[in-house]
């Protein structure tokens, strides 16, 4: 189960919606105190001096029974001598190790962070939703600890800041009637801030309030003298002087982006005059909207998936399955990561597809039938269920019948997603991709285009066919830049970091994965961002290896010497990363890297069928390397059978992201290990 921590209130920790009884005071500040640490170790002698002033005997003792509890009620289902995946035992103490999302207060920062980067549009709903997440002060009820204060503090300085970045930001898209509301309040609790004061004096004047406006910066001056004994600053003088001069730079601005945002206010409160609250045209034009703020990245990507089923819910208590399949087929959102962001939402959102189409009368409603088919064939992606690829086909043959190019477009997304049943399929998402980029040019469909060019990007990637994959990214970045889309450069600024990776530049690789997977944080995407970056650097640290032995001679076997896969020891890597989805195949590492031969061993033999997406090539070659280390010769056999395939191709360059070499390189390992005649392998 998924487990989430709330700091920004009393602490608590929620699965599922539910919350977690987390027992006494003690386990919270346990809880509380490891969450403040930010996945780092807290030793055990550290938690005791921090949860007693005067440790009483057998304190360490207490805090492991804490811990212990909290285990319990954090992981129930973990069996009783396996490892603790969230709670962890490191070392000297322990370390709470939730997702990057986890944490409201994590989530807090990106947001404030991401939003001080983009523009002032989606900048302020950015800023809605992170002051949203506040249920009251930091860590409430540990006010009075010294571990606490410092986080505390830093946390309630950054939210007073992100309350007038806000304001500004509201000011900056002419809205600034709506900024004074939240301004007063701030104020009334904070009356040293000067900025504070700034803002609410000139978001009345922009009211044509001038004789308010002048009174508050009067009400600031009285209130700075009287708690501070200062007088105003020069921005607040400066600001005083320019209102009683009318001067025009006080004027809001004029640009189209603050028309953009006026339009916007007076036709959405017309649109909820005009149009009935449980009308049925609403619910399509709030799916039109939940479409639309998909696309715009971070903030608004993750709304949509929020939103998305409560509309299909909604939509399915009419009773109408035509609207129903309005609703669900309208999400036609291009999709290009081949693993779900949400897979619990993908499940009930194909469901309620098969529900509309089993419900929708005969052979009626053929558009209809083709969304929620493409829809099905999106969210089962990644599946070995028949299901996914049947549904594809049927919708591509639908769309083509009906010579619709939103519809085909949709449908050939369906297709891509379902393209992966076997590795070394590079050259049929390429023909998918070129066609999606001349219908989508030609029909304007932009975010389809968009779609057709990163597809394209990594099957040329995957053939090695650099120089088109450059042109593609171009188009990309050119695309998204004219049309603000900005997930769009997400996927070619990691393009780029591979592009460093397969031309041997390891070192300038790291940084730009690094970059790269910063760009992640807050981008919405937490299929693409869970474990990402740990195995691009995996893979970028066994290409290493492998390069340093391709001096070595080719005259030893499986068992730890094979030919490539003998190097200069074991492939370093973190065990205590966020792995995500891909820890099963990092573990072998692991293990193999702390001597522990036999175990990964075992962990090998247990490794789950790679994935049906953009990483299955990289994950049999994973295998084979370890399976050559450890002298696995089923292995083996298992990973040629299911490369060769993809003989022509670059490992996992297919994905866009990352590469771990020429397959046939790989073939080539195997191909020698199992020729060598077979001897036992002690455990080393």
């Known amino acids: 189960m998924r487990v989430t921590f709330g700091v920004l209130g009393p602490t608590v920790a929620e699965s599922d919606g539910r919350a977690l009884a987390l027992k006494g005071p003690r386990h919270r500040a346990v809880l509380a105190r490891l969450v403040v640490a930010r996945r780092r170790v807290v030793p055990v002698t550290h938690l005791v001096g921090d949860l007693w002033t005067d440790p009483p005997p057998g304190a360490v003792g207490a805090v492991q029974t804490f811990v212990a509890a909290l285990r319990r009620v954090l992981e129930p289902d973990r069996p009783s001598r396996a490892p603790a995946g969230l709670l962890v035992t490191d070392g000297p103490g322990y370390a709470l190790r939730p997702e990057p999302d986890a944490v409201d207060a994590w989530c807090f920062e990106t947001a404030v962070g991401a939003a001080a980067r983009l523009p002032a549009t989606q900048a302020l709903p950015r800023l809605e939703e992170a002051l949203a997440l506040w249920r009251g002060p930091a860590y409430a009820e540990f006010e009075e600890e010294d571990w606490a204060r410092g986080e505390r503090s830093r ?153 998305r089923m409560e509309a299909i819910a909604a939509a399915e208590e009419f009773g109408d399955p035509d609207l129903t399949a309005r609703v669900i087929g309208a999400y036609d959102v291009p999709a290009i990561w081949t693993r779900s962001d949400d897979p619990e939402l993908a499940r009930r959102i194909v469901e309620a597809a098969e529900r509309a189409l089993t419900a929708l009368p005969g052979d009626a409603h053929e558009a209809a039938r083709c969304r929620l088919l493409a829809t099905i064939a999106l969210e089962t992606r990644g599946s070995r269920a028949p299901r996914g690829p049947q549904a594809a086909r049927e919708a591509e043959e639908i769309a083509r019948r009906l010579d619709d190019p939103a519809l085909l477009a949709f449908a050939l997304n369906g297709a891509f997603m379902q393209s992966f049943t076997r590795a070394g399929l590079a050259p049929r998402r390429d023909e998918i991709g070129g066609e999606l980029v001349e219908l989508a040019a030609r029909h304007d469909l932009v975010t389809y285009e968009v779609l057709g060019h990163l597809i394209r990007l990594q099957a040329r990637g995957a ?17 998204a830049e004219r049309h603000e889309l900005p997930l769009a450069s997400v996927f070619t600024q990691w393009y780029r970091a591979l592009r460093l990776a397969a031309s041997g530049q390891p070192a300038g690789a790291e940084t730009a994965y690094r970059d790269a997977a910063a760009r992640l944080d807050g981008a919405g995407m937490p299929g693409l961002e869970r474990g990402l970056l740990p195995l691009a650097l995996l893979c970028l640290r066994v290409q290493r290896r492998r390069t340093w032995s391709d001096t070595d001679s080719r005259e030893t076997g499986p068992g730890g010497t094979g030919p490539r896969g003998s190097g200069p020891g074991p492939v370093e890597i973190d065990p205590g990363a966020d792995w995500g989805p891909y820890r099963p195949w990092a573990t072998p590492f692991a293990l193999l890297a702390s001597g522990r031969r036999a175990e990964a061993r075992a962990a090998l033999r247990a490794l789950p069928e790679p994935p049906r997406d953009l990483m299955y090539e990289v994950c049999c070659c994973l295998e084979s390397v370890v399976a050559l280390e450890v002298g696995d010769r089923d292995v083996l056999e298992r990973a040629r059978a299911r490369l060769l395939p993809a003989a022509g191709e670059l490992a996992g360059a297919g994905s866009g992201l990352i590469t771990l070499g020429r397959v046939e390189d790989h073939l080539a390992d195997i191909t020698t290990a199992l020729r060598a005649p077979t001897s036992p392998v002690p455990p080393r």
């Open 155 to 307: 946390l309630a300085e950054l939210r007073l800041q992100a309350v007038e970045q806000r304001a500004r930001t509201q000011l900056d898209l002419g809205l600034a009637a709506e900024a004074v509301p939240d301004l007063d309040v701030h104020l009334t609790a904070h009356p040293w801030r000067e900025d504070a004061w700034r803002l609410l004096a000139l978001a009345l004047y922009r009211q044509d309030r001038q004789g308010d406006a002048l009174g508050v910066l009067r009400r600031a001056r009285a209130v700075l003298a009287d708690q501070l004994g200062v007088d105003p600053g020069l921005r607040l003088r400066r600001l005083e002087a320019d209102i009683l001069a009318q001067d025009p730079g006080l004027d809001p601005p004029a640009g189209p982006t603050a028309t953009a945002a006026r339009l916007w206010t007076r036709t959405a409160a017309a649109y909820d005059r005009t149009v009935a609250a449980g009308a049925r045209a609403r619910l399509e034009t709030t799916v039109s909207l939940i479409r639309n703020l998909a696309v715009t990245g971070g903030g608004g990507l993750a709304a949509a998936r929020q939103h």
């Open 463 to 479: 053939l090695a066919d650099f120089a088109a994959a450059d042109r593609h990214a171009a188009a990309v970045d050119r695309l």
